[in-house]
């Protein structure tokens, strides 16, 4: 595997609503991350990516951009963007963008033109269709709820949108379209950024065959995946996106890619890849509070452990994978994995670490390294997101309870990790002087960045030990390229692995059991590189881990 500069990314999500107003109108800004990037400095990360700020109507709170070029006022202005490009380099930080070509808003201007003209080349631009007799044109489900097929005025004529209707696809197929995309991904990595996060990529691709599929719900739509996710021809799209735009300019590129199969994970992160590396979502999909596994805790350990192992393995000798737990759609992975009554220091930073001592590149999500909880709504009305209500609305028609249906949606949804930032214990912990955009966590009392900064035993520190551990200049390289070698597989409720580079070898241990648990080890202890207890146990040939008790130590 050749060496890249991005392979010893820290990286740090930041959802910008949400991070830090600093005039007053209640949604965070562009000046608020530069006025943290002293902070995110001090935790020891050198990547940031945020999520959309560019102009849009804000349908899907950014993902629905509206003039690619411009930085919308409600984030700040062009230049401020330049500047945090340059404040984040003084800092040893690149700064990525979030890039959506999958569809743009339908306030873009291509879109208006194509909707005033539907013979005018703009047209072309989105994937319009006739109908079929009175119906849409096929019976795809899009991916938020209800028909993908939005009917245009009086026509017969309906454009697709994989996701709400306020996100017309663009059509790939066009070059003239693709050339225009390009343009702009150059212009924004001219102007000094890192790269980009890049948005639901696996579905650039259609599969032109619009048969009805067998309806698979009370909707009598079908979720017709194959048709649009991963489709046939999809790489010659990403192959002509990173040739002409990412390569050239050695950026570092992360897909948002679901569902590559194992063997097409080199086309995809492999050293000519069409990315750097992906967010790839298999181990982040468990619930504790889920009916499956609410009396089976240790066995959805099990199964996490082996989807993390197994993703270590097919990624082996093709490049990096991306070891996250959090991110902007995804509920908190504390209340994800971690049985209420369980959470504490203990269980928290062995969640942390589990997934950050592996081999790939290391992501964080704002809010993650201070243990950032859900915050659990009384009513829908109490919620913003339309995923949100679509899925609410599929509940009730499957036939749930308006109880039930909260039940779910407050136990799943994405939009408990876009609660504002807490960064103090002072009002709307310290995020806005306005109303924010969004209620603030009422916990923020108990849970917040200073309290968390002066205290060398919090989660905040652990995340900080965890993270110049990371960088050790003797290990880095170990923690980046090592082999990963699972451990104690047959001990219920444990995940170890050890990682093994030119010699050297490092065991990450967890107990993920609330329980003492006593493991063969002893005399292969080395140097210990980090314990979330004051001590280790160790003795007669074993170490004897306490309940939540997560080691790094080297091996002899
Ligand atoms: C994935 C993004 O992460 C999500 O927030 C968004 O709603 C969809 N793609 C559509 O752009």
Redesign the pocket.
Known sequence: MLKKWWHNTIGYQIYPKSFQDTNGDGIGDIRGVIRHLDDLQDLGINVIWL?PIYKSPMV??G??ISDYDRIDPMFGTNEEMEELILEADKRGIKILM?L?V??TSDQHEWFQKAMADPDSEYADYYIIKEGDGNNPPNNWRS??GGSAWEKIGDTNKYYLH???KG?PDLNWENPKLREIIYDMVNRWLDMGLGGFRI??ISHLKKNFAYVNQPADGPDGLASAWDYFRNAKGLNVFLNELNEKTFKPHNALTIG?VDDVRPEELGEFIGDDGYFSTIFDFCHTQFHVKDKEWKDRPLEMIRELRERLFAKQDYAKGHGLMCNFTD???TSRSVERFIPEAYISFYSESLLASVNFFLRGIVFLYQGQEIGMRDYQKKSINEFLDL?TFNNYNGYLLKGMTEEEALEKVNNEC?EHSRTPMQWNDRKNAGFTEGTPWFEVNPNYRRINYETQKKDENSLLSYYKKMIALRKREDLEEAFIYGDTIPRYEDQDGIIAYERRYEGKRILAIHNCNAREIRLPLGDEIGEILLNNYEKLNVGDGNVVLSGFQSVITKLI
């Open positions: 999520c899907d709170h993902y629905d979030d959506v999958n569809h991916i938020f994989l996701f709400t996100q948005d639901a948002e991110n902007h759609d995923a994405r």
